[in-house]
């Protein structure tokens, strides 16, 4: 479901800061998580997007590489 300008992207995606490049990046992981039949694909949607981007102040920006880690890569550790 790709959007053609910011008016056709949900407004919890525009609060969120994302630009119109990284809402249809999302909305790409949100079309996969619902054709594989997940309860949430909203919630795999940004779990996935997640590990492509990263926030710097206000600003979601693309991570370098793979290896960067995110606080939801990182497993708990007692």
């Known amino acids: ?5 910011m008016k056709q ?3 919890a995606l525009r609060t969120a800061g994302l630009t119109l490049i990284q809402a249809n990046a999302w909305a790409k992981f949100y079309d996969q998580g619902k054709a594989a039949g ?3 694909p909203a919630g795999f949607a940004w779990y996935r997007f997640k590990q492509e ?4 102040e206000n600003y979601w920006v693309r991570r370098k590489n793979r290896t960067e880690k995110s ?3 990182i497993p708990y550790v007692l």
Do not use: G, T
Not at 1 to 5: C, D, G, I, V, Y
Not at 53 to 56: D, I, T
């Open 9 to 11: 992207v949900p407004q």
């Open 1 to 5: 479901m790709p959007w053609a300008n």
């Open 71 to 73: 606080e939801i890569d």
């Open 38 to 40: 997940m309860k949430s």
């Open 53 to 56: 981007y990263r926030k710097e």
